[in-house]
């Protein structure tokens, strides 16, 4: 099992990031997959989680009307598309499947 996060870097306050994330070595189109993310001195949070078919996406409030989740069953993929970003989003965000995790991509929100 691999998930390989990628995408990750600097931006300013305001700006946009897509986070991608791409699987091997399990059945990626039968699970939801979902992104969190863990800031410094903080827990490790959900920020988003998508279903199989996409028919079903949830996120945290924190980042509603910001981020958007997808998927692409064909390529084993997914991404977080991250707009309007803010310095509170500043954390290392993973990928997670039910079988596995990512190693993680830093986002930095900064001036």
């Known amino acids: 099992v691999q998930l390989v996060e990628s995408g990750g870097g600097l931006v300013q306050p305001g700006g946009s990031l897509t986070l991608s994330c791409t699987t091997s070595g399990f059945m990626f189109a039968t699970y939801t997959m979902m992104w969190y993310r863990q800031a410094p001195g903080k827990e490790r949070e959900m920020v988003a989680s998508?279903?199989?078919?996409?028919?079903?996406?949830n996120y945290a409030d924190s980042v509603k009307d910001r981020f958007t989740i997808s998927r692409n069953n064909a390529k084993n993929t997914m991404d977080l598309q991250m707009n309007n970003l803010k310095p509170e989003d500043t954390a290392v965000y993973y990928c997670?499947?039910?079988?596995?995790w990512g190693q993680g991509t830093q986002v930095t929100v900064s001036s």
């Open positions: 998508i279903s199989p078919y996409s028919n079903l996406l």
């Open positions: 997670k499947s039910p079988v596995g």
